[in-house]
């Protein structure tokens, strides 16, 4: 799969090179904790973040990275309940979104940017998150 692809079915709006340092700091958490395998999935979220902010800022279009290959089946992974919270709550667009969702707050966050209110954003949360 090419990198472009990637970015349009599975992520939501621009990578900016901020993101990629949010990224390197939660890998520096992890290694801090000497966490084998927090290093290991930040390490990979780091590569598919670099990747795609090379292709939005300069058009590298190519294969994606074997180095992040467990971070990309994860954001794919992701996609699925996020399109489940989109039908819970009614939204009838295209799912591009990948985000974690394990902690509410981050469901309430974009689910806001379409006029969810918080109380229907964790009932979203509990019956679709919690039950998977």
Not at 14 to 19: G, S
Not at 46 to 70: A, D, M, P, T, Y
Request: with cysteine.
């Amino acid at each position: 799969m090419k990198i472009k692809y990637f970015s349009e079915e599975y992520t939501h709006g621009k990578t900016y090179f901020k993101d990629i340092i949010a990224e390197v700091k939660e890998l520096f958490d992890e290694i801090i904790k000497y966490d084998k395998e927090g290093i290991k999935e930040e390490f990979a979220d780091v590569v598919v973040f670099i990747q795609i902010w090379l292709w939005g800022r300069f058009g590298l279009n190519g294969n994606l990275w074997k180095l992040g290959r467990s971070s990309f089946n994860k954001f794919i992974k992701r996609r699925k309940v996020w399109e489940q919270i989109y039908q819970y709550v009614g939204i009838k667009q295209k799912c591009t979104i990948c985000k974690n969702y394990v902690k509410p707050y981050k469901i309430v966050r974009h689910l806001k940017e379409f006029g969810i209110s918080e109380k229907r954003s964790l009932e979203a949360y509990q019956k679709v998150v919690k039950k998977s």
